[in-house]
């Protein structure tokens, strides 16, 4: 591989990560209410966030799956 090749997949990960981070900041600001009033009935914050990865573990692994996806495909088209 050539060093464009590399610059350009590092670049494309780097996109996904920040894409996935942005959707995972959404998720929780819009989850945020049931945050808040959950701590107001006693629960932990610790919970919240399990039960918040728990709903969403299948949304996540699918986001992954299409994520290395769409890199290996990127991959193999520079790769010619």
């Given at each position: 591989?050539?060093?464009?090749?590399?610059?350009?997949?590092?670049?494309?990960?780097?996109?996904?990560?920040?894409?996935?981070?942005?959707?995972?900041?959404?998720?929780?600001?819009?989850?945020?209410?049931n945050?808040?009033?959950?701590?107001?009935?006693?629960?932990?914050?610790?919970?919240?966030?399990?039960?918040?990865?728990?709903?969403?573990?299948?949304?996540?692994?699918?986001?992954?799956?299409?994520?290395?996806?769409?890199?290996?495909?990127?991959?193999?088209?520079?790769?010619?």
């Open positions: 591989m050539t060093n464009e090749q590399i610059i350009s997949i590092s670049g494309l990960v780097s996109s996904f990560v920040i894409l996935i981070i942005l959707i995972v900041v959404y998720y929780w600001i819009k989850n945020n209410r945050y808040v009033q959950s701590n107001l009935a006693g629960k932990s914050n610790r919970d919240n966030i399990w039960n918040f990865l728990k709903k969403n573990i299948l949304f996540f692994s699918i986001l992954l799956m299409v994520v290395i996806v769409i890199t290996f495909i990127a991959m193999t088209i520079q790769a010619f």
